[in-house]
């Protein structure tokens, strides 16, 4: 089976979302998404999304946080284009309907988080992605030019070089291969333009705050089709996931500590003055290798954040599911510190885009947390991420609409998909077990501390079980979990490769072995492409 659109777009977070209805008044569009089409990390997101809206903040300032937060590793040009572009975009999801929280003043209400030295955080409530996807999805429902395929997954890119089997100069892409999880046929989607908007690789990890879906998809594709990959090292850790045995990582949004709640031990004292002069509002790097020094010192399970002093009221009215989804697990933050663990939660690397989203694959685009802008360096500043993905969203599809305008390439015949001498695998538990090993793996050999010998250990066995996944991937009818084994191998991998490049620690890579910042060799991206 084989269908074609003008525009095929992998993902339906707000990257992929904002690029779709801003081409869809023009282009035919399609849309796949793993599960459903609100099963985003965005839906999840909580503290909300980074602006200037305040005549007592400035572009500059937000520029310098973000440079900080990134440990100097940012580019700056991109920076400034996306801070300055940050009220416009946001003024597109209001304009879609997104309702964010507003005082007393019918003036928006604006938080705050770690690295920002101003209040200037949008939010809805605590629950500001759900907010903002939903207005979104409800505008790409209503929109006559966007097919949406749920519980399609998307295998790997169809490039030009891969249909003429043969190495080129300027690879283009032509759509990608994609397995329909409910009937499992692989469909072939030709598109002129393919956007990879797939999010992050949180799953890579044993602990993440990340959904189902983060398993680094995007990357993957992009670097078996031959794009640069950039700057995997940098995997942000949040400090604070709630520690609960039945809680799979629910986090506390870092706007809780914006809002006054403080880090302390078991014993109830207070820890971050040691660590930095914003305490509990330092940098997200600095903060959670506070809390795994603190854990491993005091041989403690977790730490703990308490808000107690604000009062019930407070809490119950600014952190209403938070707040409701603690006492489910028996916690009333009114009463009780909240028990927390840090647990992986964005990737700052990813596929290497221009200033416009654009790969080094023609007509391949790639938005949101799967990219590599340059916005966050060696770390993403809070609340950054939506922000980021808003403003690339409309740039990436302003270009595209140009470059269409342009070239309209016509389209080669592309095989189907071939499965081989593929059998259904009666070993699924093959899957399921190097999946844990991996994720084990990462979390305690390429976690918020690391050194050479544990990382070179990690790539061994990461080696080693991609070749089993090799064995078995080209045997057995795929399955979207033997392809999410696949690409959190290729993921992992990555990470590890580039984590050993980087011989400094800088931002979220903290290193043992080299535990000085170097501007002088290291002040660089860490960027792979595959040999072929
Ligand atoms: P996502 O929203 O993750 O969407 C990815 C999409 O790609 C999904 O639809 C998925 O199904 C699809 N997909 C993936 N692989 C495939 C495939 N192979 N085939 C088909 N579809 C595929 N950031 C902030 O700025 N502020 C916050 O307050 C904030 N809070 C957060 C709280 C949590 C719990 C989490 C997890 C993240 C938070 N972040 C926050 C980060 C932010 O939410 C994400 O970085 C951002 O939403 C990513 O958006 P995206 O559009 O790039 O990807
Ligand atoms: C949070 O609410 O703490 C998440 C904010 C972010 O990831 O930017």
């Known amino acids: 089976m084989k269908i074609t659109s003008d525009y095929l777009i992998i993902g339906s977070g707000i990257a992929g979302l904002s690029f779709a209805l801003k081409v869809a008044d023009q282009k035919t569009v399609a849309i796949i ?232 031990r078991s014993d109830g004292t207070a820890f971050m003055e040691k660590y930095h002069h914003l305490k509990d509002l330092a940098p997200r790097d600095i903060v959670a290798r506070a809390i795994d020094n603190e854990m491993k010192i005091n041989g403690d399970d977790c730490v703990f954040l308490d808000m107690t002093h604000k009062g019930a009221d407070y809490i119950k009215e600014r952190f209403p599911n938070i707040y409701e989804t603690l006492l489910k697990y028996g916690i009333d933050m ?68 140009e470059n269409i305008k342009t070239e309209i390439p016509e389209f080669p015949v592309v095989a189907a998909w071939d499965c081989g001498t593929a059998i259904n695998s009666d070993e699924e538990v093959v899957v399921t077990h190097n999946w844990d090993e991996i994720r084990l793996c990462m979390w305690n050999y390429v976690g918020i501390v690391r050194s050479d010998k544990r990382l070179t250990r990690a790539l061994n066995r990461v080696t080693m079980i991609q070749e089993e996944i090799s064995d078995y991937y080209w045997d057995f009818y795929i399955t979207s979990d033997l392809l999410e084994l696949r690409n959190l191998a290729t993921v992992a991998e990555l990470i590890i490769r580039c984590a050993l490049d980087r011989k400094e620690s800088r931002g979220l890579h903290y290193t043992i072995d080299h535990l000085e910042t170097d501007d002088i060799h290291c002040k660089k991206d860490t960027v792979i492409r595959k040999t072929f």
Not at 342 to 370: R, W
């Open 33 to 264: 998404t793993k599960r459903e089409l609100h099963e985003t990390s965005t839906n999840y997101a909580q503290g909300g999304i980074a602006t200037v809206f305040s005549e007592e903040d400035s572009f500059e300032s937000h520029a310098e946080d973000t440079m900080v937060a990134g440990a100097y590793l940012s580019n700056r040009e991109i920076v400034d284009l996306v801070v300055k572009g940050g009220p416009k975009a946001i003024q597109g999801l209001i304009d879609f309907g997104t309702d964010f929280t507003r005082n007393s003043d019918g003036e928006y209400d604006l938080t705050r988080e770690g690295g920002h030295s101003h209040r200037r955080i949008l939010h809805a409530s605590d629950i500001t992605g759900r907010e903002i996807e939903r207005a979104l999805v409800e505008a790409v429902r209503n929109h006559p030019n966007i097919t949406i395929y749920e519980y399609h997954c998307a295998v790997d890119l169809i490039t030009e070089a891969k249909v003429k089997n043969r190495r080129l100069p300027k690879n283009r892409c032509l759509g990608a291969y994609v397995l329909d999880s409910n009937s499992n046929e692989v469909i072939t989607f030709g598109a002129q333009v393919t956007v990879l908007a797939t999010g992050g690789a949180g799953k890579v990890y044993l602990y993440t705050s990340n959904p189902d879906i983060a398993s680094g998809d995007g990357v993957a594709m992009a670097y078996r089709a031959g794009a640069a990959i950039a700057n995997m090292e940098f995997m942000q850790f949040h400090p604070t996931t709630l520690y609960h045995p039945h809680a799979k990582s629910f986090l506390i949004s870092e706007a809780v500590r914006g809002e006054g709640a403080v880090l302390k």
């Open 334 to 401: 009114s009463q009780q510190p909240i028990p927390v663990v840090p647990a992986a939660h964005y990737l700052c690397g990813g596929i290497k885009v221009d200033s416009h989203g654009q790969t080094e694959i023609k007509n391949l685009f790639a938005i949101g947390e799967v990219s590599c802008t340059g916005l966050h360096g060696a770390n993403r500043l809070a609340s950054n991420s939506l922000l980021e993905g808003a403003v690339f969203g409309e740039r990436a599809a302003m270009r595209s609409l």
